[in-house]
Every structure is written in C-alpha cells, then in structure tokens.
Nanobody, 124 residues
Framework: QAQLVESGGGLVQAGGSLRLSCQAS????????MAWFRQAPGKEREFVAA????????NYAASVEGRFTISRDSAKNTVYLRMNSLKPEDTAVYYC?????????????????WGQGTQVTVSS
C-alpha cells in the first residue's frame, strides 16, 4: 500500500529554520511529482511547493518563494522542504502529496496520495 510519512516538524522561533522530510513507501514515486501543502487552523489547505519527477522543475507559492526550497532524492524515495526565515504565519500542519501524472500545480484535488501531516509552529 502506497504511503507518505512526513517528519521534521516542531516548534521554532521566528527567523529560524526547519527541514521537513516525506518518506514514500509501498511503491516507487520516482515518476511522480511531489508537493507540500499546509493547513492552518480554520483555513483551507493551501499549496506550498512542488517538484516534478526529475527535479528539473519546481513551483512555489508566492508567500514562501525565496524562503523555502523543495528537493527530492529519488533513490531514497524522499522529498524535502527546507524552510528558512520562518514567520509566525507559516504555522500550520504540513502535508506531503504525490501525483502520478507529474502535475506540479497548486490544485490540491489533483494530487492522488497524501501523508498524515507534521505540525510546524513558529513562535514570535
């Protein structure tokens, strides 16, 4: 059974950094686009970043561009999200997602697989 498991969340002060990881298992995700979304309390789940199957193309939400970096290690079936210069408004549950059609857009309804999420809390 295909599964995505996020890790690396936690509590950090504003201006700090975190690196999230998403370990895929159950099948190879090397041909899939991978993405990160986030959901804050009372808000809809929103797109953060995506990377295509080869890592040659990335896409970022305007709110995180220049601060966050998505990358992948296909040999390890893992995707990462490096988050720098964190702000209190980055506080949310962060979810990993995958799409087997190599879609790297921001429409969450087009992603086929989802993890359970990891909490990121940024204190001011």
């Amino acid at each position: 059974q295909a599964q995505l498991v996020e890790s690396g969340g936690g509590l950090v002060q504003a201006g700090g950094s975190l690196r999230l990881s998403c370990q895929a298992s159950g099948r190879s995700f090397s041909s899939d686009a991978m993405a990160w979304f986030r959901q804050a309390p009372g808000k809809e789940r929103e797109f953060v970043a995506a990377i295509n199957w080869s890592g040659s193309r990335t896409n970022y939400a305007a709110s995180v561009e220049g601060r966050f970096t998505i990358s992948r290690d296909s040999a390890k079936n893992t995707v990462y999200l490096r988050m720098n210069s964190l702000k209190p408004e980055d506080t949310a549950v962060y979810y990993c997602a995958a799409d087997d059609r190599d879609y790297t857009g921001g429409n969450r309804f087009l992603y086929d697989y989802w993890g359970q999420g990891t909490q990121v809390t940024v204190s001011s």
